[in-house]
């Protein structure tokens, strides 16, 4: 291979022609000739013993030229862009510009990283907004402890069924004295006050005693999902089978002791109170960072090559068929679920990937601006972090994961606690607690229907 020409070409690419010599070219060009004669028919010949000079004369000198071609790009291409120092961010577009008694010559427009510029990334105006804790959000967790701790009483006598129960239902529904289809289930366990069923028929299923037989008459709502049903009013012949109580452990000392390391309610709450905190801040900080990058993307000037934003969109798409895969799935099974394919799942990707590119460039700008570096101890504090995360030991993390691409992560971070370290605005503020007030509580619409309510609970 040699280099024969580099120049700048449009949009962050580079243009390069480099050759291949003419006994390189010749001999890959028979390689492939014994790869393919096996499956070249010619008259007169066994299958596979037609010479090479036959075969092109019936069609074309140049028939085994592509495939030869194929086979030599990625060795002599590589070559090529090393020997003219350039570090391509996505796939080259490739073309021949001749084939002759000199060998083969090729040009590749190769993209690179754009030029960027970036001022005004320190002193940006953005605040960070953590959320106080709300004592319904204590009460909530409190609840969730309490409903893992509770147990199930089944009723044996005349005590009717209450909000909160699980009622086991026979039902059936009708509209203008015709039955439906869909609209029966038999014993179906439905916990009163879940939201399963059509506005209205929870509560009145509530106040009925076992084997109490009642009309439940309750209208579907008019945007219900099955057109023949919605806006229309029905009647539910039900019958109740059996009721389950849910008793929930008092909120005391004993509950705090059953359900962690604490002696006393008031320290177990103290508890939840600080990791509701955690939680808030955490967020907050995500959504502080989400801002910077935010405003450093609009800052940002670059001519960024539609091939970065190419390659991050496959990133993107390798990264979730992995996931998937972790969870027992493919992107086949996925896509037979969905109705979505390869194309449109590309298309929905690609606005977070052109965001990643961006969010990337302009960091690297912000460290290339501050002259940022990496020392050895930070370097060796990613190993092992790398190493932790994926449960594997150190050294084989170094011999598997570029230095130079471990250093750009580690510089890009600290490029973004300098934005941070920054930033105009003060980095904690909180917002005013709202007083209460109590608000209707709009339950949204669920299927009627024996199968499609099973599917809801």
Same mark, same amino acid.
């Given at each position: 291979?040699?280099?024969?020409?580099?120049?700048?070409?449009?949009?962050? @690419?580079?243009?390069?022609?480099?050759?291949?010599?003419?006994?390189?070219?010749?001999?890959?060009?028979?390689?492939?000739?014994?790869?393919?004669?096996?499956?070249?028919?010619?008259?007169?010949?066994?299958?596979?013993?037609?010479?090479?000079?036959?075969?092109?004369?019936?069609?074309?000198?140049?028939?085994?030229?592509?495939?030869?071609?194929?086979? =030599?790009?990625?060795?002599?291409? @590589? /070559?090529?862009?090393?020997?003219?120092? #350039?570090?391509?961010?996505?796939?080259?577009?490739?073309?021949? %510009?001749? #084939?002759?008694?000199?060998?083969?010559?090729? *040009?590749?427009?190769?993209?690179?990283?754009?030029?960027?510029?970036?001022?005004?990334?320190?002193?940006?105006?953005?605040?960070?907004?953590?959320?106080?804790?709300?004592?319904?959000?204590?009460?909530?967790?409190?609840?969730?402890?309490?409903?893992?701790? *509770?147990?199930?009483?089944?009723?044996?006598?005349?005590?009717?069924?209450?909000?909160?129960?699980?009622?086991?239902?026979?039902?059936?529904?009708?509209?203008?004295?015709?039955? &439906?289809? $869909?609209?029966?289930?038999?014993?179906? *366990? =439905?916990?009163?006050?879940?939201? *399963?069923?059509?506005?209205?028929?929870?509560?009145?299923?509530? $106040?009925?005693?076992?084997? !109490?037989?009642?009309?439940?008459?309750?209208? &579907?709502?008019?945007?219900?999902?099955?057109?023949?049903?919605?806006?229309?009013?029905?009647?539910?012949?039900?019958?109740?089978?059996?009721?389950?109580?849910?008793?929930?452990?008092?909120?005391?000392?004993?509950?705090?002791?059953?359900?962690?390391?604490? !002696?006393?309610?008031?320290?177990?709450?103290?508890?939840?109170?600080?990791?509701?905190?955690?939680?808030?801040?955490?967020?907050?900080?995500?959504?502080?960072?989400?801002? #910077?990058?935010?405003?450093?993307?609009?800052?940002?000037?670059?001519?960024?090559?539609?091939?970065? &934003?190419?390659?991050?969109?496959?990133? &993107?798409?390798?990264?979730? !068929?992995?996931?998937?895969?972790?969870?027992?799935?493919?992107?086949?099974?996925?896509?037979?679920?969905?109705?979505?394919?390869?194309?449109?799942?590309?298309?929905?990707?690609?606005?977070? /990937?052109?965001?990643?590119?961006?969010?990337?460039?302009?960091?690297?700008? %912000?460290?290339?601006?501050?002259?940022?570096?990496?020392?050895?101890?930070?370097?060796?504090?990613?190993?092992?972090?790398?190493?932790?995360?994926?449960?594997?030991?150190?050294?084989? %993390?170094?011999?598997?994961?570029?230095? /130079?691409?471990?250093?750009?992560?580690?510089?890009?971070?600290?490029?973004?606690? %300098?934005?941070?370290?920054?930033?105009?605005?003060?980095?904690?503020?909180?917002?005013?607690?709202?007083?209460?007030?109590?608000?209707?509580?709009?339950?949204?619409?669920?299927?009627?229907?024996?199968?499609?309510?099973? @599917?809801?609970?």
């Amino acid at each position: 291979m040699k280099l024969l020409k580099q120049e700048q070409g449009e949009k962050s @690419t580079i243009k390069i022609e480099f050759s291949v010599e003419k006994a390189v070219f010749d001999a890959a060009v028979d390689k492939v000739y014994r790869r393919q004669v096996k499956k070249i028919n010619v008259p007169g010949f066994r299958a596979g013993k037609a010479p090479r000079a036959i075969i092109e004369k019936m069609y074309g000198s140049g028939v085994f030229y592509e495939d030869a071609i194929n086979d =030599l790009i990625p060795e002599n291409y @590589t /070559a090529a862009v090393k020997e003219a120092g #350039i570090d391509p961010v996505g796939q080259p577009e490739i073309d021949i %510009v001749s #084939i002759d008694e000199n060998g083969l010559v090729l *040009s590749a427009i190769v993209p690179v990283k754009p030029e960027c510029k970036l001022e005004g990334y320190k002193g940006l105006d953005i605040a960070k907004v953590v959320e106080p804790v709300k004592d319904e959000e204590i009460e909530n967790e409190l609840k969730t402890v309490r409903e893992r701790q *509770s147990r199930e009483i089944e009723v044996e006598d005349e005590t009717p069924a209450a909000m909160g129960d699980v009622a086991k239902i026979d039902f059936e529904g009708f509209i203008d004295g015709v039955a &439906f289809e $869909g609209g029966k289930g038999e014993n179906y *366990s =439905l916990k009163l006050g879940s939201g *399963s069923f059509i506005p209205g028929f929870e509560e009145q299923v509530a $106040g009925h005693k076992i084997g !109490d037989e009642f009309d439940v008459n309750v209208p &579907f709502p008019a945007d219900y999902h099955a057109e023949e049903l919605a806006g229309k009013e029905a009647c539910f012949k039900c019958k109740v089978n059996a009721i389950t109580k849910i008793e929930l452990p008092e909120l005391d000392d004993d509950f705090a002791k059953d359900v962690s390391e604490f !002696d006393t309610i008031d320290e177990y709450k103290a508890d939840l109170k600080a990791k509701i905190e955690k939680r808030h801040e955490n967020a907050a900080n995500a959504e502080f960072e989400e801002k #910077i990058i935010d405003a450093l993307i609009e800052k940002l000037e670059a001519d960024i090559p539609e091939a970065m &934003f190419e390659a991050e969109t496959e990133n &993107f798409v390798r990264d979730y !068929d992995n996931r998937l895969r972790q969870s027992g799935l493919d992107l086949k099974t996925y896509f037979q679920y969905t109705g979505l394919d390869l194309a449109k799942l590309r298309e929905q990707m690609r606005p977070q /990937a052109e965001k990643q590119v961006k969010a990337r460039l302009a960091l690297e700008t %912000v460290a290339k601006a501050e002259a940022i570096e990496v020392t050895e101890e930070e370097l060796a504090a990613e190993y092992e972090l790398i190493a932790t995360t994926y449960n594997i030991d150190k050294e084989q %993390v170094k011999s598997m994961v570029d230095e /130079a691409m471990v250093k750009a992560d580690v510089s890009v971070r600290k490029a973004m606690q %300098v934005v941070k370290d920054n930033v105009k605005a003060p980095k904690k503020a909180s917002k005013p607690r709202k007083k209460k007030v109590a608000e209707p509580v709009a339950e949204e619409a669920a299927p009627v229907a024996a199968e499609e309510a099973k @599917t809801e609970e």
